[in-house]
């Protein structure tokens, strides 16, 4: 249990793990907190819900409620760098489902809701997932922590 708590933690990458990190946890913060507290101009969970409902993901205020809080609380935490496996796949698979369930059938680009941006954002997370934290995160401070005590 210990091993595979050290692989979810320990990362050799670099400075590229922070300059990926940020800006996507901002962008997903961002869009996550529209559709739990209809921040940003979002409609929050009973106007996301709905619309999830209508396209097919129901119940549609529970799936709202997942995809915000994967979103928001995955992350806030690629922003601090804690927990960054874990956060970066919990979105990668949540960008699979909104490519798949949601772009999908709407052309490549932006413009016409094709899968580009979800397409972009499940790069980068899948990116993280495997790159981890990098030093500049709580999980390499907390790694550094843990292996001072053992000493």
């Known amino acids: 249990m210990k091993n595979l708590i050290n692989k979810i933690r320990v990362s050799n990458a670099g400075l590229e793990a922070v300059i990926l990190r940020v800006p996507i946890g901002l962008i997903l913060a961002a869009h996550g907190s529209q559709k739990l507290f209809a921040w940003f101009g979002g409609y929050g969970l009973d106007g996301t819900g709905q619309w999830m409902a209508s396209v097919g993901l ?38 699979l489902v909104a490519l798949f369930w949601v772009h999908w059938g709407h052309g490549f680009f932006l413009d016409t809701h094709g899968i580009e941006y979800a397409l972009a954002l499940l790069s980068a997370t899948t990116a993280l997932t495997v790159i981890g934290g990098g030093p500049y995160s709580l999980d390499a401070l907390i790694e550094a922590k843990l292996e001072a005590n053992d000493e």
């Open 58 to 95: 129901a119940p549609g205020v529970v799936m709202a409620l997942l995809a915000g809080s994967a979103e928001f609380f995955g992350g806030v935490a690629l922003i601090l760098g804690l927990l960054t496996r874990p956060a970066a796949m919990i979105n990668a698979l949540t960008m």
